[in-house]
């Protein structure tokens, strides 16, 4: 493929959006009302999603992870050297969806997450994981927290602590 034949096809995807908005007929947001429509049933601004709304108490602080209490054990604290964090993105992707990343102690993840108003939360699978193999205790503690976070059911933000309740038992953060 020639660099002309490559400017052209990049050119055309990039119109892409615009020649699809363009296309998009009456239901394009910020289009004119066709008759029998009121001015006052266009869209004039993006709403935000209920996920968006419920989820910004808690998003864009690193949180620090202090202690993974699972169901089936007793209490796991990170070594202060390799202290595994969170950071729920408040923004929607460009897919459309919220995002978190966090490093585990040895390996860094992301995934898509989801909240409700009831104070709900949920990371569906899969999520992204970096591969690198970790030493004891930390693999103990990483194996337990994308265990607990897999199962995220809800979340509570009281004092500047973040509960994440799991069907593993529970996540403890605080911001920093």
């Known amino acids: 493929m020639t660099i002309r034949s490559l400017r052209t096809a990049s050119m055309l ?3 892409l959006p615009l020649i699809l908005t363009a296309c998009g007929g009456s239901d394009a947001p910020g289009t004119t009302p066709t ?23 808690f998003t864009e602080t690193k949180w620090k ?10 209490a796991i604290t990170p070594d202060p050297g390799a202290v595994p964090t969170l ?4 923004k929607l992707s460009a897919n459309g969806v919220l995002r978190v990343i966090g490093f585990s102690g040895c390996n860094h993840f ?11 939360l949920s990371l569906p699978a899969p999520v992204g994981m970096t591969k690198v ?11 337990a927290l994308m265990k607990s976070l897999a199962g995220a059911s809800g979340y509570s933000l009281e004092n500047g602590v973040l509960t994440i309740r799991s069907e593993n038992g529970s996540l403890h953060f605080e911001g920093g």
């Open 133 to 143: 193999a970790c030493a004891e205790p930390i693999q103990t503690l990483e194996t």
């Open 110 to 120: 992301f995934g898509d997450y989801t909240t409700g108003a009831d104070g709900s």
């Open 87 to 90: 950071e729920f993105n408040a």
């Open 65 to 74: 992870l202090v202690a993974i209490h699972p169901n089936d054990g007793d």
């Open 13 to 15: 995807l990039c119109s």
């Open 35 to 57: 008759a029998g429509t009121s001015a006052e049933a266009a869209p004039t601004a993006e709403v935000p999603t209920p996920a968006a709304a419920a989820a910004t108490e």
